[in-house]
């Protein structure tokens, strides 16, 4: 699944094709990639929508729609396991696997193709109507370390569970996860109430580190629908393989049932 440095970089690529383009038409293909409103709605009030901005929130594409200068409404796309958006010609053939297909003034078309089609869309006149329980921006100026220790404060989960709930903070998956952790030389079943200041520190410096490189580097290759990236695992993916830093064999365990890969000499349970 695409994380937040994926996801930025997906919005960084569709805006120069896609902003100050008008969607004259939308066909939907597979009605449940809609989440919200009908599908009908859907496509009636998006038809005639300038695209005016698109961003990101957490793991959300947000494109800011409307053509006065207050945004009439926000087109959120959530990708989830294998959604992909590309700009294409309207002559390219239909692939079976798109869900949605925009027509954009210009010629051009916006296809939102889902493999496996949990990707979702939703139509609102507010971002927060979807975004409301999730928590901060972890590369926003705003997320300074003296509010990441607010957040930490009082929580008593595991490292790797707390880095993956959304309400924790947006946007780190499983990949990053393990990689901020890593970093931050933190073993990822530790307590969160267990870690001394200068721990939470390192915590903080190694989810910005490991986002910040994700997303210099295009974020990360790990499979075969996502393959753009030439970010490096440090240890996402590497059982058995040498620590970066320690050269000895990483291990993986299961966290939640989420494989989670980690150097047991570096990132020690105690002490
Ligand atoms: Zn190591």
Redesign the pocket.
């Known amino acids: 699944m695409p994380e937040l440095p994926e996801v930025e970089n997906i919005v960084r690529r569709l805006r120069r094709p896609l902003i100050g383009r008008t969607i004259t038409a939308v066909q939907v293909y597979w009605p449940r990639t809609i989440a919200r409103p009908s599908i009908d709605a859907f496509s009636q009030q998006l038809t005639g929508l300038r695209i005016r901005a698109i961003d990101r929130r957490a793991k959300y594409l947000v494109f800011e729609l409307g053509t006065r200068p207050t945004p009439a409404a926000y087109l959120l796309i959530h990708l989830k396991m294998s959604g992909q958006l590309d700009v294409v010609s309207r002559e390219r053939p239909i692939d079976k696997h798109d869900r949605v297909i925009f027509d954009l003034s210009g010629g051009r078309q916006l296809r939102f193709n889902d493999m496996r089609k949990f990707g979702r869309m939703y139509l609102v006149e507010a971002i927060e109507a979807v975004t409301a329980q999730l928590g901060p921006e972890p590369l926003s100026d705003e997320f300074t370390l003296s509010v990441f220790r607010r957040l930490i404060a009082g929580r008593t989960g595991r490292l790797k569970s707390l880095l993956l709930d959304q309400r924790f903070i947006a946007g780190v998956g499983n990949i990053y996860a393990d990689e901020a952790l890593w970093l931050a030389r933190l073993h990822p079943l530790r307590r969160a109430d267990s870690l001394s200041d200068a721990e939470v520190r390192a915590l903080y410096r190694g989810i910005r580190a490991a986002l910040n490189d994700g997303i210099r580097h295009n974020g990360a290759t790990f499979d075969r629908v996502y393959r753009s990236g030439e970010y490096e695992f440090r240890v996402y993916g590497r059982a058995g393989q040498p620590?970066?830093?320690?050269?000895?064999p990483i291990h993986k365990i299961a966290v939640g049932q989420r494989g989670t890969h980690f150097?047991a000499?570096?990132?020690r349970l105690k002490g």
């Not at 620590?243 to 000895?248: G, M, P, S, W």
């Open positions: 620590c970066r830093r320690c050269k000895r150097c000499h570096c990132q």
